[in-house]
């Protein structure tokens, strides 16, 4: 019997891409004040020591204009969000200081760079699984399965999650490539009418209900169609 070992090591690489495949951007604008969240953070803020590293951060620089705390609790709650949906799915997520500018208009949170650090110290506890990106495709994170036992202690109601009011809806980008860093801009009579339209539909999509009944699951697979993918399901 002959074991084709290159041939094996290529079907588990696309195996494994169309594993992180299943992935979405990290929203940086997803909040929630719930109790059971907050009494987590602390928990994991605490657990995890971040609290000694904030305090030194105090002593050496200028104050970041979203407090460190809340920082981590936008990770952990989108985190937990994904988890809600899919407990394959990733997010996609810069671990670069060029993708976290705090006076952006695309970063209403005012998210820093201390973001890479906490990715990093969730790595390195175990609590969640990591894929290091490349050259136009951004690391991915989702849950390790210590994560989703915390996370089933939650009982949040999709209404105690929302979007911060000031995200910005109208996005401009030089290109496809997902670690493109979206352009700032000056605002023109155009924007304000598109950003105009878009505010009110999405205010109808807040207070709308939108269900399909029969699903199990909040996606359903598709089979690929073209591309090295060609016959592999997809989540949509």
Same mark, same amino acid.
């Not at 990770?75 to 899919?86: C, G, K, P, S």
């Not at 993918?229 to 989540?235: D, I, T, W, Y």
């Given at each position: ?10 079907? @588990? ?5 169309a594993?992180? @495949?299943?992935?979405r ?10 109790? %059971? ?5 602390? %928990? ?25 705390? @809340? ?9 937990y ?10 997010l996609?997520?810069?671990m ?17 760079p201390e ?37 089933q ?23 496809s490539? %997902? ?9 023109t009579?155009?924007?304000h ?5 878009l ?8 207070s ?15 089979l ?13």
């Amino acid at each position: 019997m002959k074991k084709d070992i290159g041939q094996e090591s290529k079907t @588990n690489s696309k195996a494994k891409a169309a594993e992180l @495949n299943n992935s979405r951007p990290f929203d940086v604008h997803v909040w929630s004040n719930h109790s %059971e969240l907050n009494t987590l953070i602390d %928990e994991l803020w605490l657990k995890l020591g971040l609290d000694r590293n904030a305090s030194d951060k105090k002593k050496r620089g200028p104050k970041p204009k979203q407090a460190s705390k @809340n920082q981590f609790k936008v990770l952990i709650l989108d985190l937990y969000v994904a988890w809600q949906d899919d407990p394959t799915l990733y997010l996609a997520i810069h671990m670069s200081n060029a993708g976290w500018k705090t006076n952006s208009r695309y970063n209403a949170l005012h998210l820093s760079p201390e973001i890479i650090g906490y990715v990093s110290t969730l790595d390195e506890a175990g609590l969640i699984v990591r894929y290091p990106g490349y050259e136009g495709r951004l690391t991915r994170i989702r849950s390790s399965t210590t994560l989703g036992q915390y996370f089933q202690r939650l009982s949040i109601p999709d209404a105690e999650i929302e979007q911060d009011k000031d995200r910005e809806t109208i996005v401009l980008k030089s290109n496809s490539s %997902e670690t493109s860093v979206p352009i700032e801009y000056t605002d023109t009579e155009e924007t304000h009418s598109m950003r105009g339209v878009l505010t009110r539909y999405n205010s109808l999509l807040a207070s709308s209900y939108i269900d399909v009944c029969s699903a199990e699951h909040p996606y359903i697979e598709r089979l690929r169609t073209n591309g090295q993918f060609a016959g592999k399901p997809l989540k949509v």
